[in-house]
Nanobody, 124 residues
Framework: QVQLVESGGGLVQPGGSLRLSCAASGTSFSIDAMDWFRQAPGKLRELVAH???????SYADSVKGRFTISRDDAKNTVYLQMNTLKPEDTAEYYC??????????????????WGQGTQVTVSS
């Protein structure tokens, strides 16, 4: 299977920036789409940004123009550059990936995986 590990969260003042990273690891896999979600206390998990294998991106209206998702396929890593952060961006941020891998029997299988989450707090 494929494991995802996020990093880069922390405490930042309003108007500041952070860059989140999500590295995928495993054997014999390829990733199609990668997403960033977030979940604030008492709220549902929401999709923040999406990038597909061709590099096309989409964003939640609340982050358009402030957040940028990108991927480095050589490193199996997706990034989320967050600028002009607002207190309402405070949440646990999760990486999600889906794709395919070859199991021990050389059979091609689909996977979808979640990272463990990284906390982003925007506060003065």
């Amino acid at each position: 299977q494929v494991q995802l590990v996020e990093s880069g969260g922390g405490l930042v003042q309003p108007g500041g920036s952070l860059r989140l990273s999500c590295a995928a690891s495993g054997t014999s896999f390829s990733i199609d789409a990668m997403d960033w979600f977030r979940q604030a206390p008492g709220k549902l998990r929401e999709l923040v940004a999406h990038i597909n294998s061709g590099g096309s991106t989409s964003y939640a209206d609340s982050v358009k123009g402030r957040f940028t998702i990108s991927r480095d396929d050589a490193k199996n890593t997706v990034y989320l550059q967050m600028n002009t952060l607002k207190p309402e961006d405070t949440a646990e941020y999760y990486c999600y990936a889906e794709g395919s891998y070859y199991d021990s029997g050389a059979r091609l299988k689909a996977f979808n995986s979640w990272g463990q989450g990284t906390q982003v707090t925007v506060s003065s």
